[in-house]
């Protein structure tokens, strides 16, 4: 059972100052949670390399669990495979994603994520680091069955909101073998912009989101909390989960 933190990687162009406090951040943090997951240049915006940042977290911190995501949208098969094969030994497991559309590059392959999971997996990278893949909130499962066929060891949910979503998922999946990790945005006035730019409804669990965070918790065995602009809440409400 793990309580997962997500960290977005500042812009590539970041000063030394800004990669300090992210640092600091993630330190303080660690503490309050059992994994970090690092994403990968969301919305299209480049920003520094998860993996790196997950090297830079392991001089200090050999015990935290680490994830991160890859984007396949922008990259070759063999790249894909150099980065996935550096990560052993760094990080616990990589979400293998499309990404987002970027503004600065275009689409250099048409893979996607389902296929580079298969294909990873018949090199036996799934023997040495846990490979997943994301799904809709509110999947249709006909339509994800080549992500399943795949055999990732789960699955990462896009920002969920309610406890029936995760249940439906969890019912489907878990007995198969998979694992679930459902995302939750945090809810506050921080996050209020993010969340009406991705259509999230938090008004289930606004008031209590402790005691929500707690029954996702309990059906799938992990979460993953983002707040990508209220880390002081996030470290106040992982505090409270931790206790």
């Known amino acids: 059972m793990t309580i997962m933190y997500e960290i977005n990687p500042p812009r590539i162009s970041a000063e030394q100052n800004v990669l300090d406090t992210l640092f600091e951040r993630i330190e303080s943090i660690s503490s309050m949670c059992d994994g970090i997951h690092l994403t990968d240049s969301v919305l299209g915006i480049p920003r520094i390399s998860p993996l790196d940042i997950a090297k830079k977290i392991r001089e200090y911190n050999q015990k935290i669990k680490l994830t991160c995501s890859l984007r396949v949208r922008d990259k070759e098969l063999n790249t894909i495979e150099e980065i996935v094969k550096e990560s052993i030994g760094i990080v616990d497991g990589v979400l293998i994603l499309m990404g987002d559309k970027s503004n ?23 023997d040495k680091l846990e490979l997943f893949l994301s799904i809709p909130a509110n999947p249709n499962f006909a339509k994800i069955q080549k992500k399943i066929d795949a055999r990732p060891k789960g699955f990462f949910t896009q920002i969920v909101n309610s406890q029936a979503m995760v249940q439906r998922i969890t019912d489907y999946l878990k007995p198969k073998g998979f694992r679930i990790i459902p995302c939750l945005l945090l809810p506050s006035e921080k996050n209020l912009k993010s969340a009406e730019f991705l259509k999230i409804d938090w008004s289930n669990y606004k008031d209590n989101f402790i005691e929500f965070a707690n029954e996702i918790h309990k059906l799938s065995d992990d979460i993953l909390i983002s707040s990508p602009n209220d880390f002081q809440m996030a470290q106040a409400c992982l505090s409270k989960m931790k206790s």
């Open 104 to 126: 600065t590059n275009n689409d250099k392959t048409n893979l996607v994520s389902s296929k580079v999971v298969e294909l990873l997996n018949d090199k036996g990278f799934n």
